[in-house]
């Protein structure tokens, strides 16, 4: 590659076989090139950087699906079945996740791959667990270079779990190329389990568990309907649709994916699929630009002095943010 | 003061006579203070700062309302309505905008006073139009501090009106205690025009124009309900009201502002409402300090060299955005 980032990093041999492992679709290059992605060791750090830059050229060609919804929903159930839909089409499926709790719980989302048995054993499936990394930051950040690892490999769709603590979805949304969110079939009250801004994050709504209740899952679709109603969509050239499905009898997943395929076709037509990526990945750089300048300046003897007590008097009202900030940016040379 | 800002900033004998008079609860001190918040010129600006630390003491004494809804829905009619009742009660109003179009469209909100004819006129009032300062940022921030100057000038009541371009929603929900919108009482798909996240910020919807269909009000008000069911509250300790109302009639208004009077008392009991304030501002300084550090960032002549190639690269999927993160952030001594 001869790009602004010329010279490439140097590979040493071992880096270069993780390379072209990943490049041959075999999986344990793949999850050894995870754990460097996944590492904090600065050694590991720039060897990540370096294997994901050999492997930038044969990234983005798979479609990427977030997937998202309470505790309860089914996720692991809609995703083997999903999955395994897929695999039965040919196409080869990586499940990750992005759990910023699961440093605190010691690792629970997908951790325990039983939860997706089937999945799981078959050699076109890959999954991986959410990385322990501590901030929600930390998490997405390896989340989305494991994705793009993940389409080197050759993988033809990358699904993104999300358990939906604090911004997660938001950082799965700001990941994937569609976001679909699960619901139970509750009526009334139980829907308020919804939380803030995660129905206007969806391009997709699936109110899961429909052999339960049908007619409550069809009451539950009407009221879904009802509420996205009350929003401007996303997008002019697409109407979030709400599917019911039955992930435990695999009943409503192949037309689930047909929705994928035409949100997919609908956003390539308008041109919106290749902006959307476009604007996520120059969303990311500053998001890392952004975190990267805070970081300096937190470290800054100065700034570090005098920031406890600025902060308290901002938050008494005893002095101005402004001249909070101006004090505290002085110190930028 | 002899807080951590000390030693105080001086102020001129002229800057002295403004704080004076601000404090004295004269408009026009008030009125020469906010043209030196709204002034981009460097000297100005220090001049504001001095100023506004002398006033900051006598700060924090208004409720702040915050009101939005999209053109036509009779904000200016609301506002006026409810302005001439809080000062009918003995209270004294200022009214504020953000409007970040009004650089480009030469003014438009509240640039025309006979929109609020009885409320310009009366001495208990005070309207200033939006800054017409570029950016959002620069819109909002100059809002901000104006409120602060009208606090300290005696105001009971500061509204801040926003045309809802932008995220201007979210700037005046984040610098005010209660946000409200206002509905027009149109059925249906006529509602889709709430744009996304802004039902979320809402402390309290109103369907306005009531007077012209009680019945579209009445359903549209059932609409909202069952839309705010579906989100989890903001607030254990508040459900969102939804209220009809008629300002060109003046029917309703005492009902409203009871209304924001019940919500302040429950956050203040809940101890919410201080804590509102305290995040209110401290997020504020670290809005400034952010964009103070970008700005820096990227005025730095290396950075301004690298930054279009590497955000082409990006886009384009030739460089990860971390490896351009990291060669950008390298220029940081």
Redesign the interface.
């Given at each position: 590659?001869n790009?602004?980032?010329a010279p490439q990093p140097q590979l040493d041999a071992a880096d270069r076989a993780l390379v072209d492992g990943v490049l041959a679709r075999q999986l344990r290059p793949l999850a050894k090139t995870i754990t460097l992605i996944e590492s904090r060791r600065a050694d590991h750090q720039a060897r990540a950087?370096a294997v994901?830059?050999a492997l930038?050229?044969h990234?983005?060609g798979a479609m990427r699906v977030g997937i998202s919804g309470v505790p309860g929903v089914g996720k692991s159930t809609f995703i083997e079945a999903l999955g395994l839909h897929l695999i039965g089409q040919g196409l080869r499926v990586a499940v990750l996740a992005v759990d910023p709790s699961s440093s605190v719980s010691g690792g629970s989302i997908l951790g325990d791959k039983t939860r997706m048995e089937g999945l799981s054993q078959n050699p076109a499936a890959f999954i991986r667990p959410s990385p322990s990394a501590g901030s929600l930051g930390g998490v997405a950040?390896k989340t989305?270079?494991t994705l793009?690892a993940c389409e080197a490999a050759g993988f033809d769709v990358v699904i993104v779990e999300t358990v939906g603590v604090g911004q997660s979805e938001t950082a799965v949304a700001n990941m994937t190329d569609i976001f679909c969110l699960l619901q139970l079939p509750n009526a009334?009250?139980d829907?308020?389990?919804?939380?803030?801004?995660i129905?206007?994050l969806a391009d997709l709504i699936v109110v899961n568990k429909a052999d339960i209740d049908a007619a409550a899952a069809t009451r539950a679709q009407a009221?879904?309907k009802?509420?996205l109603?009350?929003?401007?969509?996303?997008s002019p050239n697409w109407t979030v649709p709400v599917l019911t499905l039955s992930a435990l009898r695999h009943d409503g997943v192949e037309r689930f994916w047909q929705t994928v395929c035409d949100y997919r076709v609908a956003m390539e037509n308008s041109g919106e699929f290749a902006g959307k990526?476009?604007r996520q990945?120059?969303a990311?750089?500053w998001?890392?630009?952004?975190a990267?300048?805070?970081q300096?300046?937190r470290q800054h003897p100065a700034v570090r002095g005098?920031l406890p007590?600025?902060?308290?008097?901002?938050?008494?009202?005893?002095?101005?943010?402004?001249?909070?900030?101006?004090?505290?940016?002085r110190h930028?040379?």
């Open positions: 590659m790009g602004p980032l950087q994901l830059e930038l050229p990234t983005g950040e989305r270079e793009l009334g009250d829907l308020q389990g919804i939380k803030k801004g129905v206007e009221q879904l009802a509420a109603h009350m929003l401007r969509p996303a990526r476009r990945a120059l990311w750089m998001d890392l630009i952004d990267g300048l805070r300096h300046f005098e007590a600025l902060s308290r008097a901002v938050e008494r009202g005893e002095a101005t943010p402004a001249a909070a900030a101006l004090r505290l940016l930028l040379n």
